[in-house]
C-alpha cells in the first residue's frame, strides 16, 4: 500500500527557498514514478515535476525549469522538491503523487496523493 505525507511548506518571502519533502510508507517506493503537483486558489492542480524510479529522467513544467530541482532518495522512501528563487505566483498547495510506470504529466494517471503541503510567497 502506498501512503505519501508531504512536509516542508510554509512562508517565504520572494526570491527565497523551501526543500518539500514526500514521504512514502509503502516497501516499494523504487517502484514508482514519482511527481509533485500544485494547486493555487481558484485553479486547476497543475504539473510541477517529475522524476523516474531510478532518477535519470526527471520532467518540469516550463515555469519553474532552473529554479525546482526535484530528486528521490529510494533507500529513505522519499522525493524531494527543492524550490529556489520563489515567486508569488508559486503559491499554492504541493502535492506529491506516485504512479507505477512511466512518465506523465497528466494528474488523472497517479492513482496515489499525499495530503498536500502549503507554500506561501509574499512580495
Known amino acids: 500500500q502506498v501512503q505519501l505525507v508531504e512536509s516542508g511548506g510554509g512562508l517565504v518571502q520572494t526570491g527565497g527557498s523551501l526543500n518539500l519533502s514526500c514521504t512514502n510508507s509503502?516497501?516499494?517506493?523504487?517502484?514508482?514514478?514519482m511527481a509533485w503537483f500544485r494547486q493555487a486558489p481558484g485553479k486547476e492542480r497543475e504539473f510541477v515535476a517529475a522524476?523516474?524510479?531510478?532518477?535519470?529522467?526527471?520532467d518540469y513544467v516550463d515555469s519553474v525549469k532552473g529554479r525546482f530541482t526535484i530528486s528521490r532518495d529510494n533507500a529513505k522512501n522519499t522525493a524531494l522538491l527543492q524550490m529556489n528563487s520563489l515567486q508569488p505566483d508559486d503559491t499554492a498547495v504541493y502535492y506529491c503523487?506516485?504512479?507505477?510506470?512511466?512518465?506523465?504529466?497528466?494528474?488523472?494517471?497517479?492513482?496515489?496523493w499525499g495530503q498536500g503541503t502549503q507554500v506561501t510567497v509574499s512580495s
Open positions: 522524476i523516474s524510479w531510478s532518477g535519470d529522467r526527471k
Open positions: 503523487a506516485a504512479r507505477i510506470g512511466s512518465f506523465s504529466s497528466a494528474k488523472y494517471m497517479y492513482p496515489y
Open positions: 509503502g516497501r516499494t517506493f523504487s517502484s514508482y514514478y
